[in-house]
């Protein structure tokens, strides 16, 4: 019978939690966050980074933090430890990316995302930064983005040459 698996809803209890194995929390820890239930994966996560701090556990605790809590400014300090502990894991800028995105902060989320395709190919990256789409570059390049010229005539193309 599984007492914590997806078909019972939420975790066990605080003393069955710690007396699980660190690989099951982490387990467990991405069943809940692929499911969205980012509480029950921040509880399983926080008792995995108690028993082993390493970069992997830093990064998926601070996404469930930051989902669970919204406490966007721990999860990227955490987030960004393990990105110094271990700078060629990619999975790492995705959830920092992913972060920020939670936190309504696009443009540090798509430099995260950026980052990590630095280090390496990966597919969620890519899927993730093909969603949030790519800005045209302004009508006219001399002069700023938020140049109310600029603005209008990027409203034109875009009205001219929808896709």
Same mark, same amino acid.
């Given at each position: 019978?599984?007492?914590?698996?997806?078909?019972?809803?939420?975790?066990?209890?605080?003393?069955?939690?710690?007396?699980?194995?660190?690989?099951?929390?982490?387990? $467990? @820890?991405?069943?809940? &966050?692929?499911?969205? +239930?980012?509480?029950? !994966?921040? #509880?399983? *996560? =926080?008792?995995? %980074?108690?028993?082993?701090?390493?970069?992997?556990?830093?990064?998926?605790?601070?996404?469930?933090?930051?989902?669970?809590?919204?406490?966007?400014?721990?999860?990227?300090?955490?987030?960004?430890?393990?990105?110094?502990?271990?700078?060629?894991?990619?999975?790492?800028?995705?959830? $920092? @990316?992913?972060?920020? &995105?939670?936190?309504? +902060?696009?443009?540090? !989320?798509? #430099?995260? *995302? =950026?980052?990590? %395709?630095?280090?390496?190919?990966?597919?969620?990256?890519?899927?993730?930064?093909?969603?949030?789409?790519?800005?045209?570059?302004?009508?006219?390049?001399?002069?700023?983005?938020?140049?109310?010229?600029?603005?209008?005539?990027?409203?034109?193309?875009?009205?001219?040459?929808?896709?």
């Amino acid at each position: 019978m599984d007492r914590h698996g997806p078909t019972t809803g939420e975790c066990v209890n605080a003393a069955e939690i710690a007396e699980m194995e660190t690989g099951e929390l982490v387990h $467990l @820890g991405k069943e809940a &966050l692929e499911t969205r +239930r980012f509480t029950v !994966a921040q #509880r399983y *996560l =926080h008792a995995a %980074l108690e028993k082993e701090r390493t970069p992997d556990h830093l990064s998926l605790y601070a996404l469930a933090l930051a989902q669970a809590t919204g406490n966007v400014k721990t999860a990227v300090t955490l987030c960004q430890e393990a990105v110094k502990r271990e700078p060629k894991n990619s999975e790492h800028y995705l959830r $920092l @990316g992913t972060i920020y &995105l939670a936190a309504g +902060r696009k443009k540090e !989320a798509i #430099r995260a *995302l =950026h980052l990590g %395709l630095r280090v390496g190919k990966n597919h969620a990256i890519t899927k993730l930064l093909q969603t949030l789409g790519q800005r045209e570059r302004p009508v006219l390049p001399f002069l700023s983005r938020g140049n109310p010229v600029n603005k209008y005539l990027g409203k034109i193309r875009s009205s001219l040459f929808k896709k």
